[in-house]
């Protein structure tokens, strides 16, 4: 059977995917640009990997030849819940309370395109979760999910920015979703809530001063001119999205089972991680974003934010 629109948003949704469009499988060259431009002030800090597999991210048909289309899916895993007052107490990003997302939308998006195979057997396609040489969020424009905000986060008018990104490079056409425009207007509410002042300006992160990079990314030890400014955040950060207006008004509660049960990483106080054996935290943290930090990297950061 020839597949079409209907028949991949019947089969995405039915896997938990509450987003899903459609773009043609062309060059980003004004993305590209600009992400070089990005690149070459260094706002990439020691993320030396992102400078890789440039022609890739600009064009998919250098990873799959045959590829005439991406497309873009998005999971919401916002979990409507908040911190506790304990001023000790280091805060974890929402999108590390449960369960690695990574492996929920592996497994996902793998079910999906086998069962598109098995209604036509000549589908073919690769699919990425954030990890790929793909730009996610970029596709995520171009098949219309949302529009990238200022704070650099893809926002949904229907459900705010709080979504996981999954792309699937394929090798059949669809009819092609509409871009979005962006609807940020006049707001800069992100930019001017960030503690460490890394939104440099609208549109630009600079991760050497993001919390999010100091707190996972970064392998060596936190600038010390950020002493005092990471307001409890030891893994992530969620400020910008936090004051976005349109996560206020229209972020509704995650209905995937893997977040919501697994949500149990949410906050953690000095004296807890330094409890940690490394074998607890293996075994704790096996399925968590958590892992990525290791256990030196998650004291690290208690230890810059929360000693006094
Ligand atoms: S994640 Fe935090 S530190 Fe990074 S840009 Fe957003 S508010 Fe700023
Ligand atoms: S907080 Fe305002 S400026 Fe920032 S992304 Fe949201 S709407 Fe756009």
Same mark, same amino acid.
Do not use: H, M, Q
């Given at each position: 059977m020839e597949l079409s629109n209907g028949i991949v948003l019947e089969?995405?949704?039915?896997?938990?995917?509450?987003?899903?469009?459609?773009?043609?499988?062309?060059?980003?060259?004004?993305?590209?640009?600009?992400y070089a431009e990005w690149l070459a002030k260094g706002y990439h800090a020691e993320m030396t990997y992102l400078e890789k597999?440039?022609?890739?991210?600009?064009?998919?048909?250098?990873?799959?030849?045959?590829?005439k289309s991406v497309i873009s899916l998005g999971m919401n895993y916002y979990i409507d819940d908040s911190f506790s007052e304990n001023e000790n107490a280091g805060k974890i990003s929402r999108y590390a309370w449960g369960r690695d997302y990574h492996f929920t939308l592996w497994e996902k998006s793998d079910k999906l395109i086998n069962e598109l195979k098995k209604i036509d057997e000549s589908f073919e396609a690769v699919?990425?979760?954030?990890?790929?040489?793909?730009?996610d969020k970029a596709w995520a424009v171009k098949a219309g999910l949302g529009w990238m905000g200022k704070h650099t986060n893809i926002i949904n008018k229907k459900i705010g920015s709080w979504f996981?990104?999954?792309?699937?490079?394929?090798? &059949? %056409?669809?009819?092609?979703? !509409?871009? $979005?425009?962006?609807?940020?207007?006049?707001?800069?509410?992100c930019v001017d809530a960030c503690p460490t002042g890394a939104l440099v300006s609208e549109y630009i992160l600079d991760a050497n001063k993001c919390i999010s990079y100091q707190t996972i990314e970064n392998k060596?030890?936190?600038?010390?001119?950020?002493?005092?400014?990471?307001?409890?955040?030891?893994?992530g950060c969620d400020a910008c999205q936090d004051v976005c207006p349109w996560n206020k008004k229209f972020s509704r509660p995650a209905t995937e089972e893997q977040f919501i049960s697994g949500n149990i990483n949410k906050e953690f106080t000095l004296e807890?991680?330094?409890?940690?054996?490394?074998?607890?935290? &293996? %075994?704790?943290?096996?399925? !968590?974003? $958590?892992?990525?930090?290791?256990?030196?990297?998650?004291?690290?950061?208690a230890d810059f934010v929360l000693s006094k």
């Open positions: 089969i995405a949704e039915k896997y938990g995917f509450n987003l899903i469009g459609f773009a043609k499988a062309e060059s980003l060259i004004e993305e590209t640009e600009r597999n440039f022609e890739k991210r600009k064009d998919v048909r250098t990873i799959f030849a045959e590829a699919s990425y979760v954030d990890t790929g040489p793909t730009s996981f990104i999954a792309t699937i490079i394929t090798n &059949k %056409e669809f009819n092609y979703s !509409s871009l $979005i425009a962006d609807s940020c207007g006049e707001c800069r509410a060596k030890e936190i600038n010390e001119n950020l002493k005092g400014k990471f307001d409890n955040w030891i893994f807890e991680i330094n409890g940690i054996s490394e074998k607890i935290f &293996k %075994e704790r943290f096996k399925e !968590s974003p $958590i892992k990525r930090t290791k256990l030196k990297g998650l004291k690290r950061n």
